[in-house]
């Protein structure tokens, strides 16, 4: 079945920025909306936003000036760059595939701390 | 952005019993789709798809659990708790953009 695995550093300093990769393993990353979303520690979940596979995307509003989703297809994988990091935004970081986000990656937990 | 306002914040029951939780949106949500879904989350865990367009149970999900509503009140149900349901739940709206999430309804024993 369809997996989905988010990689990257567990630590970004303030002011840089945050780079994460989700893998696409057990099927094709054609055909769906992919996500990526968040959720501070102890707190509710946050969309991001997404990446059709045809490439458009669409971001949340609070903070489309710092975020960047990319695709790359022959590796069924798709990327986020959050920029300009804060400590508002540590939190796990998950990829989800869809609006109605069936599948899901177990999420990765990144500090923003010097 | 559609606000969307879970309730109660925590829920307190006991197994068998069943649950009844809220999520109200601030404006409708189109209703060509239904965009509405309903997610379980337990610590250390990604949320779990259990329903979308406001009544379909997904993949696996047991029929004691179903949703209702439209417009802007949509309930999800747990007809008689198991041991495993306790957690948090929460709605989402993927109806419009920005795709929103409600704060969470905490299920306790």
């Known amino acids: 079945q369809v997996q989905l695995q988010e990689s990257g550093p567990r630590l970004v300093k303030p002011s840089e920025t945050l780079s994460l990769t989700c893998t696409v393993s057990g099927g094709s990353i054609s055909g769906y909306y992919w996500n990526w979303i968040r959720q501070p520690p102890g707190g509710g979940l946050e969309w991001i936003g997404y990446?059709?596979?045809?490439?458009?995307?669409n971001y949340n509003p609070s903070l489309k000036s710092r975020v960047t989703i990319s695709m790359e297809t022959s590796r069924n994988q798709y990327s986020l760059k959050l920029s300009f990091v804060t400590a508002a935004d540590t939190a796990v970081y998950y990829c989800?595939?869809?609006?109605?986000?069936?599948?899901w990656g177990q999420g990765t937990m990144v500090t923003v701390s010097t | 952005d559609i606000v969307l306002t879970q309730s109660p914040g925590t829920l307190s029951l006991s197994p068998g019993e069943r649950a009844t939780l809220s999520c109200r949106a601030s404006?409708?949500?189109?209703?060509?789709?239904?965009?509405l879904a309903w997610y379980q989350q337990k610590p250390g865990q990604a949320p779990r798809l259990l329903i979308y367009g406001a009544s379909s149970r997904a993949t696996g999900i047991p029929d004691r659990f179903s949703g209702s509503g439209s417009g802007t009140d949509f309930t999800l149900t747990i007809s008689r708790l198991e041991p495993e349901d306790f957690a948090v739940y929460y709605c989402?709206?993927?109806?419009?953009?920005?795709?929103?999430f409600g704060g969470g309804t905490k299920v306790e024993i």
């Open positions: 404006q409708t949500v189109r209703s060509s789709s239904l965009a």
């Open positions: 990446i059709h596979y045809t490439g458009s995307t």
């Open positions: 989402q709206q993927y109806a419009s953009s920005p795709l929103t």
């Open positions: 989800a595939r869809e609006g109605a986000s069936d599948i």
